[in-house]
């Protein structure tokens, strides 16, 4: 495992969404990012989860309702990494995974396209 401190994990993850192209960073809708040390209890594996409503999902009558939130679990993301450079691999991965999710893109496609 890897050591790195909390700033300096929040600042990859600040990268990994800089470089998110700007045609997809636009259309992207009532989403805040967040990163938190542990993951919950039932999955201590868990790299980063998207909640909310996809845009896919969301209807003419979507509105009112508090940002879709995607959260970076630091811990288990440097207990899979050998070295910086895999921490920056895993948080770019793991960032692009979790926006897919909000424009509606399933696990199953994540994983042919490389992000899974």
Same mark, same amino acid.
Not at 51 to 80: F, K, Q, W
């Given at each position: ?12 993850? !600040?990268?990994?969404?800089? $470089?998110?192209?700007?045609? #997809?960073?636009? #259309? %992207? ?11 919950? !209890? ?6 980063? @989860?998207? $909640?909310? @409503? ?24 440097? !207990? %899979? ?11 770019? %991965? ?5 926006? !897919? +999710? +909000?424009?509606? %893109? ?11």
């Amino acid at each position: 495992m890897i050591e790195m401190s909390r700033a300096d994990f929040e600042g990859l993850v !600040a990268q990994a969404l800089d $470089e998110v192209p700007p045609e #997809l960073t636009q #259309l %992207i809708d009532n989403v805040a990012v967040f990163v938190e040390d542990e993951p919950p !209890a039932s999955d201590p594996d868990l790299l980063g @989860i998207y $909640e909310g @409503i996809p845009l896919t999902e969301r209807g003419h009558d979507y509105g009112g309702v508090l940002p879709d939130r995607i959260t970076i679990y630091r811990s288990p993301t440097l !207990a %899979i990494c050998e070295t910086v450079d895999d921490v920056v691999d895993e948080v770019n %991965i793991t960032v692009v995974h979790e926006i !897919a +999710h +909000h424009f509606g %893109i399933d696990d199953a496609r994540l994983h042919e396209l490389g992000y899974g």
